[in-house]
Antibody, heavy 120, light 108 residues
């Protein structure tokens, strides 16, 4: 069974940094591309970032480009999102999401999310 | 960037009725790289349909997808009580991989 478990969320002040992690299990992590998607409570979904299985290609949404960095450690079956210069509008539930293969862009599984609250 | 507009924002129907949800793209979504997700309250989204019309594993056959180019449709043939939730479309043809704003299906 595919499992994605996010951690690292919490309350952080504007301008500060936070690092989210996603622990993957139930599949061969090193063979799949991965994503981060966020959702402001009560609002819609916003795709943030994508990384291929080998980290050879990385994409970002304009809203986080230059502030957020996606990375992965295939030996640890883990995905990360380093979030710097956080803003109030970054408050959201952050989901780790698997793509359907090594270079595939379709999201087929989601974690349960971790809440990030940016507030002074 | 491809902007996806879903309509209606809210669909009010009764159990057993047919639901038709629309997703319109600002530019062609080539290869029909369009997915539909269902999200229940407090849960993560779940993949229903990929490639515009391919049902995901374990999804009941009352859910179907159609369309191409810029116009796509999710149809729920007979609404069950658990179907009254929110649905999102997403294009994965080009980055950024944008989502529609969602359609809420509510009980009339």
């Amino acid at each position: 069974e595919v499992q994605l478990v996010e951690s690292g969320g919490g309350l952080v002040q504007p301008g500060k940094s936070l690092r989210l992690s996603c622990a993957a299990s139930g599949f061969t992590f090193s063979s799949y591309s991965m994503n981060w998607v966020r959702q402001v409570p009560g609002k819609g979904l916003e795709w943030l970032s994508f990384i291929t299985s080998s980290s050879s290609r990385i994409d970002y949404a304009d809203s986080v480009k230059g502030r957020f960095t996606i990375s992965r450690d295939n030996a640890k079956n883990s995905l990360y999102l380093q979030m710097n210069s956080l803003r109030d509008e970054d408050t959201a539930v952050y989901y780790c999401a698997r793509s359907c293969g090594a270079g595939c862009w379709l999201i087929d599984y989601w974690g349960q999310g971790t809440l990030v609250t940016v507030s002074s | 960037e491809i902007v996806l507009t879903q309509f209606p924002d809210t669909l009010s129907l009764s159990p057993g009725e047919r639901a038709t949800l629309s997703c319109r793209a600002s530019h062609n979504v080539d290869n029909n790289y369009l997915a539909w997700y269902q999200q229940k309250p407090g849960q993560a989204p779940r993949l229903l349909i990929s490639d515009a019309s391919r049902r995901a594993t374990g999804i009941p056959d009352r859910f179907s997808g159609s369309g191409s180019g810029t116009d796509f449709t999710l149809t729920i043939s007979r609404l069950e009580p658990e179907d009254f939730v929110v649905y999102y479309c997403q294009q994965y043809y080009i980055s950024p991989r944008t989502f529609g704003q969602g359609t809420k299906v509510e009980i009339k």
